[in-house]
């Protein structure tokens, strides 16, 4: 069974930083790439960040410069580095297993679909 958990969220004041931690077990870690998403109230989750088997890395524009995804294959853990915080990055961040329309579909839960983390809340203030 996949399972993927994230810790690392909270609160922290504008331009601060957090470090956001997600540890994947029952997965095929080393063969597939792995993400961050992210989601407000009333909106559907947002691609921030991914990285594939071999450490190709993408950052939504938005992102660009202040955040850092990294992955660890021993652990078989992912983390994304979160600096100069702005009060729009405030979200509750989902670790995602497989990247859709990228990973082959053994990747995925379900074709198109991710594996979940449960998500973890980031709130920065002004």
């Known amino acids: 069974q996949v399972r993927l958990v994230e810790s690392g969220g909270g609160s922290v004041q504008a331009g601060g930083s957090l470090k956001l931690s997600c540890e994947v077990s029952?997965?095929?870690?080393?063969?597939?790439?792995m993400g961050w998403y992210r989601q407000v109230p009333g909106k559907g989750r947002e691609l921030v960040s991914s990285i594939s088997s071999d450490d190709i890395t993408y950052y939504t524009r938005a992102v660009q410069g202040r955040f850092t995804i990294a992955r660890d294959n021993i652990k078989e853990t992912i983390s994304l580095q979160m600096n100069s915080l702005k009060i729009e990055d405030t979200a509750v961040y989902y670790c995602?297993?497989?990247?859709?329309?990228?990973?082959?579909?053994?990747?995925?839960?379900?074709?198109?679909?991710?594996?979940w983390g449960q998500g973890t809340q980031v709130t920065v203030s002004s």
């Open positions: 995602a297993a497989g990247r859709p329309g990228q990973d082959w579909v053994g990747c995925l839960s379900d074709p198109g679909t991710p594996y």
């Open positions: 029952g997965y095929m870690f080393r063969s597939c790439g």
